[in-house]
């Protein structure tokens, strides 16, 4: 099994509606992490979390927000989808040592 | 500001040697990573780099100069499962240490 999980692995949805893309992870990391990618500009930022009390805005944060639930689950909401917020979504956490991150397997999003 | 050129793609042959680059100029530097990106996969770590010089994994070396903001990723033996794409990120030096990532380079190995 993946030590990070997210879910939907794919979703198409319509402008307008609101989307949550989960995380959750069993490597026990306190940091966790929600980019995009996009082809030709690679993976950017959204939000991050140093531990449950504490969420950050990346660079590219709006139109998006989060929740960190618990150590282990960090999620990431769409209020009000848009086209071109169509893209990859990646989840990721901090390891301890060299500071690599881990990723899940992705979400891809369509926004129709 | 942070800014991370990498070649957008390269193509080399099975068994040869391919040399990725990456030059980098970032508000602070706290470490240099490769990740390996199968299409429609999640990254994967490479290497990590924090003081100059070549890390050697394998068949993967990755060289970091930080005088001159450059790092280069060296694949030996190329095998045909080695076509993906090749992301550089930076990790600058703030109370986040956040990664910021390159566009990547899509390389594809030829028989």
């Known amino acids: 099994d993946a030590d990070v999980t997210q879910t939907p692995r794919n979703r198409i949805t319509k402008t307008g509606k609101r989307i949550m893309l989960e995380c959750s992870q069993t490597?026990?990391?306190?940091?966790m992490y929600w980019y995009r990618q996009d082809p030709g500009l690679g993976l950017r930022l959204i939000y991050y979390?140093?531990?449950?009390?504490?969420?950050n805005k990346g660079e590219i944060s709006d139109g998006y927000s989060v929740s960190r639930q618990a150590q282990a689950k960090f999620s990431l909401s769409l209020e009000s989808a848009i086209p071109n917020q169509t893209a990859l979504y990646f989840c990721?956490?901090?390891?301890?040592?060299?500071?690599?991150?881990?990723f899940g397997e992705g979400s891809r999003l369509t926004v129709l | 500001g942070q800014n991370i050129d990498q070649p957008t793609e390269m193509t080399a042959t099975e068994g040869a040697i391919v040399q990725i680059n990456c030059t980098y100029q970032?508000?602070?530097?706290?470490?240099l990573f490769w990740y390996q990106q199968h299409a429609g996969e999640a990254p994967t770590f490479l290497s990590y780099?924090?003081?100059?010089g070549l890390e050697e994994k394998g068949r993967f070396s990755s060289f970091l100069s930080r005088s001159k903001g450059y790092s280069y990723l060296l694949l030996k033996e190329l095998q045909m499962k080695d076509s993906a794409s090749y992301l550089c990120?930076?990790?600058?030096?703030?109370?986040?240490?956040?990664?910021?990532f390159g566009t990547g380079t899509r390389l594809t190995v030829i028989p």
């Open positions: 990721a956490t901090l390891g301890h040592s060299t500071g690599e991150l881990f």
């Open positions: 490597k026990g990391h306190d940091r």
């Open positions: 979390s140093f531990d449950v009390k504490d969420i």
């Open positions: 970032t508000s602070g530097f706290n470490g």
């Open positions: 780099n924090v003081l100059d």
């Open positions: 990120a930076v990790r600058g030096y703030t109370g986040a240490n956040n990664l910021f």
